[in-house]
């Protein structure tokens, strides 16, 4: 959220440049020099009147060389921190032979509270997205070198203090940007500011060809006939059970470009990442399952979602209550409660087949991995010391004369304990039970669980 607004440019009416002034001083504008403080919202906040009673934010004449600055820190965004405030600004030098000292120095600058800070006392306050400001700070900037070169709008601008039309800007500015994330303000009859906060997200996590993509949204009723091609030709196949690979495959995408438009989905929330379901893994509760123990509502959402009644591919718990009936909250933590490790799926399955009954175990599962109290629990294979002081490859197929011929993709490069099963079934296109028949023709394969 935006503290404060203000513009303020270079005096060049009397003196020289004199950036240690007293706060005397800056209230008087009719005698200042150097950096002055013409518009401020709101009023007082950075340079108090005479007859305010209102503290500053921040004592302005103790940062004014910065706001103002010398030639070769303009035309460049500079952030400033101070008395837990960040001031955002680009400070702009237009050379001119028209302007006092044949040049023009502005600046309109940004206050936000600094996000490592409790200002307010509250210490749950979101911090303040820095990043999604500069842009604007930025854009601001260079409309108003637009403005100044094509008609003198800031320097013949001889309005008081809070009001005209650049007071009347930055109003609106702060005003919108505070309440709607955006604005659009008419200048004159050509220009118009068109301002937008575009949060910045964190990056998406890594994504294989073994993940399988979950859609957190309706993604068809976002899709229109401007969408990137590739996306179009994937999504129908994204319905939380199949994995990057196949998903490439039975769109007849290249993996590389999958992944790059899936990534896009990830970044902007619209797809979560799961492992590849099966019953042969094995899942275990995590620390997190006192949450849903104590939360009467995720009960009935897990119930909502595990009901075998309405299931699709999205994750939506929009089901009906006629679910909440037939599962309860305390089946449900016992079923949680009940997987462990050691123990794989599919046997878990054979001991609880009463209790499942109008539960669909996948999205049983999926729930517990979305909500975060519950884990999969990989398998890794590790060779002996004997592959890894170079012994041949068993995997290598021999041709007609006795010749060894390798595969196009060797099974020992995944045998460092740093390759999950999912991802090398994926990879080789084989099953586990497969990969569990190579590895015993191996040789010597110790497989650890984690």
């Known amino acids: 959220m935006i503290k404060a607004i203000f513009f303020s440019k270079f005096d060049t009416h009397e003196g020289m440049f004199m950036p240690s002034l007293s706060s005397q001083t800056l209230t008087n504008p009719t005698t200042l020099t150097g950096p002055k403080v013409l518009h401020q919202v709101p009023s007082d906040s950075i340079v108090p009147s005479p007859e305010s009673f209102t503290a500053p934010l921040f004592s302005f004449p103790s940062i004014s060389s910065y706001i103002i600055p010398r030639q070769e820190f303009c035309d460049r965004l500079l952030t400033i921190c101070i008395s837990h405030y960040r001031i955002l600004g680009y400070p702009v030098c237009i050379t001119h032979h028209k302007y006092d000292r044949n040049e023009f ?11 490592g800070s409790h200002t307010s006392g509250n210490d749950h306050d979101d911090p303040v997205d820095v990043n999604s400001y500069l842009s604007v700070v930025k854009k601001l900037a260079r409309l108003m070198r637009g403005l ?59 994504l294989h060809d073994h993940h399988v993509p979950l859609s957190t949204v309706n993604l068809h009723a976002l899709t ?96 009906g209550d006629e679910a909440e009936e037939l599962i309860s909250g305390e089946m449900l933590i016992s079923l949680y409660a009940s997987l462990k490790q050691g123990q794989s799926l599919k046997t878990w399955c054979i001991e609880h087949g009463a209790a499942l009954a109008g539960i669909d175990v996948r999205r049983f599962v999926t729930f517990g991995v979305i909500k975060g109290f519950l884990y999969r629990v990989h398998k890794y294979a590790i060779a002996t010391s004997t592959y890894q002081n170079g012994a041949t490859d068993p995997s290598a197929e021999r041709d007609g004369v006795g010749r060894k011929t390798e595969k196009k993709h060797s099974l020992g490069r995944y045998l460092d304990g740093t390759h999950c099963f999912d991802e090398i079934c994926t990879e080789l296109e084989i099953s586990e039970r497969e990969l569990v028949g190579e590895l015993k023709r191996w040789g010597d394969v110790q497989i650890i669980h984690r």
């Open 148 to 206: 100044e070169e094509q008609g003198e709008f800031l320097s013949k601008d001889a309005s008081a203090p809070g009001t005209g039309k650049v007071y009347a800007l930055c109003e609106m500015v702060l005003e919108d940007l505070n309440n709607y994330c955006e604005c659009m303000i008419p200048i004159d009859a050509s220009n118009t500011l068109n301002i937008k906060l575009f949060p910045t997200l964190a990056p998406p996590p890594p």
């Open 105 to 115: 120095i502005f600046n309109f600058c940004l206050v936000l509270e600094d996000g």
């Open 224 to 319: 229109d006939s401007n969408w990137d091609l590739t996306l179009l030709a994937l999504l129908p196949h994204i319905n939380g059970t199949n994995s990057v690979h196949k998903i490439a495959s039975l769109a007849n995408v290249s993996p590389h470009l999958t992944r790059t438009a899936l990534r896009h989905l990830l970044y902007y929330g619209c797809l979560l990442l799961l492992d590849v379901f099966s019953f042969s893994a094995i899942y275990a509760c995590t620390p997190e399952i006192a949450a849903f123990v104590a939360d009467a509502a995720l009960w009935v959402e897990c119930a909502r979602y595990v009901s075998t009644s309405g299931v699709d591919g999205a994750f939506d718990v929009g089901m």
